[in-house]
């Protein structure tokens, strides 16, 4: 089952009409069941390792220590910590961040209005080869959290490539190229989603995460931060679904994409306080940001963009 219109780009009654056929249609008005984990998806809990004596400081005795016993200096010191050079804040760039959703063909039954939100394949290439071409790097979440939180640098000429919603065609199509090209790129996943047809099913998520791509929460079913008005809303789109990835996949997923870009300080402020530490919104959203790591500006990469403007998109232009 799948809507040709995106989401995103229609009025929010009939999203949500299309949210509710979705759910629906996935169980009757129940809660999607995730695909059970098994025990072996959930990380060992990490175990204290006790010290060993060797690692008790000896205290002083009475005996003089031999010559013989005292270690020669230049390997007993430890290596000095390199101090890791921080960019601060003042001198800190902009790091473009393209947001894909659908990538294939265009079809017939697409609108003008839908196509700005599929990406043709030769595009995606088109644009991979230009970034490749030129020298660019692509980053993950936790790159460009580091970069605007501690200044911690980034390789020269960082992108960060994004994928919402949870599609397939990222799988069949987006990730074979970026493979070609030699980028990674950040799935921000949307749960509900997961094994119906033309999604992602969690096999994928997991195969995409052994692969070296990042994966991260894009909530349970695409509803607007801005709607939630009971603490089950808020544990069902942006609790929950965290808690499913990480035992998907035994590690953090602490970087949330807010749908549809659109976000408020009170979401922002939940989010931290529910231990994430960014979000990602999208630029045409202007609310002031009160948290800016909660605000972190993505723009959607529009197939009608020329080179120029595509230019202008990585460099935070118009
Ligand atoms: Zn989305």
């Given at each position: 089952?799948?809507?040709?219109?995106?989401c995103?780009?229609?009025p929010?009654?009939?999203?949500l009409l299309?949210?509710?056929?979705?759910?629906?249609?996935?169980?009757?008005?129940q809660?999607?069941?995730?695909?059970p984990?098994?025990?072996?998806?959930?990380?060992?809990?990490?175990?204290a390792?006790?010290?060993s004596?060797?690692?008790?400081?000896?205290?002083?005795?009475?005996?003089?220590?031999?010559?013989?016993?005292?270690?020669?200096?230049?390997?007993?010191?430890?290596?000095?910590?390199?101090?890791v050079?921080?960019?601060?804040?003042?001198?800190?760039?902009?790091?473009?961040?393209?947001?894909?959703?659908?990538?294939?063909?265009?079809?017939?039954?697409?609108?003008?209005?839908?196509?700005?939100?599929?990406?043709?394949?030769?595009?995606?290439?088109?644009?991979?080869?230009y970034l490749?071409?030129?020298g660019?790097?692509?980053?993950?979440?936790?790159?460009?959290?580091?970069?605007?939180?501690?200044?911690?640098?980034?390789?020269?000429?960082?992108?960060?490539?994004?994928?919402?919603?949870?599609?397939?065609?990222?799988?069949?199509?987006?990730?074979?190229?970026?493979h070609?090209y030699?980028?990674?790129?950040?799935?921000?996943?949307?749960?509900?989603?997961l094994g119906k047809?033309?999604y992602?099913?969690?096999?994928?998520?997991?195969?995409?995460?052994?692969?070296?791509?990042?994966?991260?929460?894009?909530?349970?079913?695409?509803?607007?931060?801005?709607?939630?008005?009971?603490?089950?809303?808020?544990?069902?789109?942006?609790?929950e679904?965290?808690?499913?990835?990480?035992?998907?996949?035994?590690?953090?997923?602490?970087?949330?994409?807010y749908?549809?870009?659109?976000?408020?300080?009170?979401?922002?402020?939940?989010?931290?306080?529910?231990?994430?530490?960014?979000?990602?919104?999208?630029?045409?959203?202007?609310?002031?940001?009160?948290?800016p790591?909660?605000?972190?500006?993505?723009?959607?990469?529009?197939?009608?963009?020329?080179?120029?403007?595509?230019?202008?998109?990585?460099?935070?232009?118009?």
């Amino acid at each position: 089952m799948r809507t040709t219109t995106p989401c995103w780009q229609v009025p929010r009654g009939l999203c949500l009409l299309t949210l509710a056929l979705l759910v629906a249609l996935g169980g009757c008005g129940q809660r999607a069941t995730p695909t059970p984990l098994s025990p072996a998806a959930v990380p060992p809990t990490a175990t204290a390792v006790p010290l060993s004596p060797a690692a008790v400081p000896p205290t002083a005795t009475a005996v003089p220590p031999t010559p013989a016993a005292v270690p020669p200096t230049a390997t007993a010191v430890p290596p000095t910590a390199t101090p890791v050079p921080t960019i601060p804040a003042a001198a800190r760039g902009y790091v473009p961040i393209l947001c894909y959703h659908q990538v294939r063909e265009w079809t017939a039954d697409d609108s003008e209005e839908d196509r700005a939100y599929i990406m043709p394949p030769a595009i995606l290439a088109a644009q991979l080869a230009y970034l490749q071409r030129e020298g660019y790097h692509s980053v993950r979440a936790a790159q460009v959290h580091a970069y605007y939180a501690f200044g911690q640098p980034l390789p020269p000429k960082p992108v960060m490539l994004s994928f919402d919603d949870s599609d397939g065609t990222q799988y069949t199509v987006a990730r074979p190229l970026l493979h070609d090209y030699g980028f990674s790129a950040t799935f921000f996943i949307m749960t509900v989603v997961l094994g119906k047809a033309g999604y992602l099913s969690a096999a994928q998520v997991q195969g995409l995460d052994r692969e070296g791509f990042d994966i991260q929460p894009h909530t349970w079913d695409h509803h607007m931060v801005t709607q939630y008005q009971t603490e089950h809303d808020w544990v069902q789109q942006i609790v929950e679904p965290r808690q499913y990835l990480e035992r998907l996949l035994g590690h953090p997923t602490p970087f949330f994409a807010y749908p549809y870009g659109v976000y408020d300080a009170a979401a922002a402020q939940r989010l931290h306080f529910s231990s994430y530490l960014a979000a990602f919104r999208l630029r045409e959203d202007l609310d002031p940001a009160t948290e800016p790591l909660f605000a972190i500006e993505r723009r959607i990469a529009n197939p009608y963009w020329t080179h120029d403007q595509f230019l202008a998109a990585l460099q935070g232009g118009p």
